[in-house]
């Protein structure tokens, strides 16, 4: 089983910028597709950003422009850059492999003040 770890939550004020990494251990398969989820209080889970081995991204519409989803496979990391940001990202934040086999990492806390 690979084991996926966050890092990189805080506080931040509106407007300010963060960035998350997702480090992968374990036996891991390299032509994957990888994502960050986030659940906001009193909302459902929901898909934030995903991209494949090769470098192709998907993003929810609330993110686009803002946040910015990469990976340096060399490193088996995966990262959230999140720019301009809202009180409305406020959430816990979870990487996940996607594809082939799903799995969660244990979430950060990201929170933004107005």
């Known amino acids: 089983q690979v084991q996926l770890k966050e890092s990189g939550g805080g506080l931040v004020q509106a407007g300010g910028s963060l960035r998350l990494s997702c480090a992968a251990s374990?036996?891991?398969?390299?032509?994957?597709?990888m994502g960050w989820y986030r659940q906001a209080p009193g909302q459902q889970r929901e898909l934030v950003a995903a991209?494949?081995?090769?470098?192709?991204?998907n993003y929810t519409d609330s993110v686009k422009g803002r946040f910015t989803i990469s990976r340096d496979n060399a490193k088996n990391t995966v990262y959230l850059q999140m720019n301009s940001l809202k009180p409305e990202d406020t959430a816990v934040y979870y990487c996940a492999q996607v594809r082939p086999y799903f799995f969660w990492g244990q979430g950060t806390q990201v929170t933004v003040s107005s």
């Open positions: 374990g036996v891991i398969f390299r032509l994957n597709i």
């Open positions: 991209i494949t081995s090769g470098g192709i991204t």
